[in-house]
């Protein structure tokens, strides 16, 4: 299985890199090789300055090694040699028109003293941050979402578009960081779902990542903003920054098992503003979106 899925997150990542940057139409992906010190690497690529996308970075990586014992507690298991592969995505346009997007595919497994597999399961999802907000795309992000979910079981989408919006949550703000998607973790084999299924789950829904996002970017890209709306995103990009960095579980894990940094924070926005105590006016489209991340809501 880790080798048909590190496979499949090679050819993912070609497939989404060489479509962002036709939607671009000037920037390209810069490459970066890495080898990670404690075993395994990966293959980075970073887009900048483009007229669409402003700064984005669309990772693979494969590592393996002992997980420290911190870690060990986090995840609730008991044995310290893991291997894990995976696609992570973020992509961060220019225009405060267009939301920023996060995906993530992945596969994990552990191994007993006798490198014996002991455990192993996917995890992953996609997610909408939304600057402005327009309740069509929400509503056609979540129906992709939806329908790709309703392929493999019924019950799906609904549980793990509740987990998504419980996850990307910032505690501290009493907010959540965008419109949600999906987020499930922990799939492992059970009476219902083999590990073949949970593949076939995954994948389908890595394949339609771009079905999800890029007509909402095409939708978007060429509408006009001013130089206060462009605040209000970068704003806005500080609550991103803040989450990531504070609250997301596969930024710390990367940093508590010494993962590469340019690579990890890749997912921070270029241009990032914080102000004292911004408030949105009342009954102007910034505070619209404030009272849906407030509340989230069931688009489909």
């Known amino acids: 299985m880790k080798t048909q899925f590190t496979t499949y997150i090679k050819d993912l990542q070609n497939h989404i890199t060489s479509s962002l940057e036709q939607e671009d ?21 970073v887009i900048e300055n483009g007229t669409v996308f402003e700064k984005g970075g669309v990772n693979i990586s494969e590592v393996f090694g002992k997980i420290p014992e911190s870690m060990q ?34 596969y994990f497994e552990l191994y ?15 997610d909408l941050t939304p600057y402005y907000l327009f309740e069509e795309d929400a509503v056609y992000f979540h129906s992709v979402c939806k329908r790709v979910c309703d392929v493999h079981d019924a019950a799906f989408y609904t549980d793990y578009k509740k987990k998504c919006d419980a996850y990307f949550w910032n505690h501290h703000r009493d907010e959540a960081r965008g419109i949600g998607g999906l987020f499930f973790d922990y799939c492992r084999p059970n009476e219902t779902h083999d590990l073949a299924s949970w593949y076939a789950f995954v994948t389908d829904m890595g394949n339609h990542f ?20 462009r605040h209000w995103q970068e704003l806005r990009r500080g609550r991103y920054v803040e989450f990531n960095l504070v609250h ?6 990367g940093l508590k098992t010494k993962g590469r ?18 408030q949105p006016e009342e009954g102007s489209d910034e505070a619209k979106l404030i009272t849906v991340l407030k509340n989230p809501k069931h688009w489909v």
């Open 210 to 229: 771009l079905d999800a996002y890029l007509p909402i970017v095409q939708k978007r890209k060429a509408l006009s903003y001013t130089a206060e709306q």
């Open 73 to 106: 507690k986090q995840l609730g298991v008991s044995h310290s040699d893991f291997f894990a592969c995976g696609i992570s995505l973020v992509i961060h346009p220019k225009s405060p028109m267009v939301p920023t997007v996060h995906a993530n595919f992945r």
């Open 261 to 278: 940094i340019e690579s990890i924070l890749m997912s921070l926005p270029p241009t990032v503003q914080w102000a004292y105590d911004a």
């Open 248 to 253: 997301d579980k596969g930024t710390l894990f």
């Open 25 to 45: 139409g000037l920037a390209h992906f810069r490459e970066d090789i890495w080898q990670r010190p404690g075993g395994g690497g990966g293959r980075t690529r």
């Open 112 to 126: 007993d003293k006798d490198k014996n597999v002991v455990d192993q399961w996917f995890g992953g999802g996609l």
